[in-house]
Nanobody, 127 residues
Framework: VQLQASGGGLVQAGDSLRLSCAASGRTSSKYAIGWFRQAPGKEREGISCISSSGRTTYYADSVKGRFTISRDNAKNMVYLQMNSLKPEDTAVYYC?????????????????????WGQGTQVTVSS
C-alpha cells in the first residue's frame, strides 16, 4: 500500500484546511488509516484514525472537536478536515496505514501500529 498526502499550506489562526490521503493498492480500502504529525523539535503525534468501514474514529485530545476524519473507499481517499486551526497545529502531517481493519483505542496512537507511512505535507498556521 502506498500513501500520498496533500492539501497542506500556510493559513492564519482560525482558518480551515482539508488534508487528503490517496491510498493505492487493491486492498487499501480494507485497512484503517491514520494521521500523525510532527512539529519541529517534537515527537510524532498520532492525531486521528479511521477504521476500514469508517464507523470507528479516534482523535487526540489536542484536536478533538476541531478535526474530522472521513474516508471515501470508492475513491481510496481519506480526508482530515481541520477547523479552527491554531499555531500549535503547525507540523508536517503524515497519513499512515497498517494491515488492520479496525484500530484499537489503546494502541492507535502508537507509531508501531502503523508500518506504512506516506510522505508528509506541511501545515503552517500563523498567529
Amino acid at each position: 500500500v502506498q500513501l500520498q498526502a496533500s492539501g497542506g499550506g500556510l493559513v492564519q489562526a482560525g482558518d480551515s484546511l482539508r488534508l487528503s490521503c490517496a491510498a493505492s493498492g487493491r486492498t487499501s480500502s480494507k485497512y484503517a488509516i491514520g494521521w500523525f504529525r510532527q512539529a519541529p523539535g517534537k515527537e510524532r503525534e498520532g492525531i486521528s484514525c479511521i477504521s476500514s468501514s469508517g464507523r470507528t474514529t479516534y482523535y487526540a485530545d489536542s484536536v478533538k472537536g476541531r478535526f474530522t476524519i472521513s474516508r471515501d473507499n470508492a475513491k481510496n481517499m481519506v480526508y482530515l478536515q481541520m477547523n479552527s486551526l491554531k499555531p500549535e497545529d503547525t507540523a508536517v502531517y503524515y497519513c499512515v496505514t497498517g494491515r488492520l481493519g479496525r484500530p484499537i483505542l489503546s494502541s492507535w496512537a502508537r507509531r508501531s501500529t502503523w508500518p506504512y507511512w506516506g510522505q508528509g505535507t506541511q501545515v503552517t498556521v500563523s498567529s
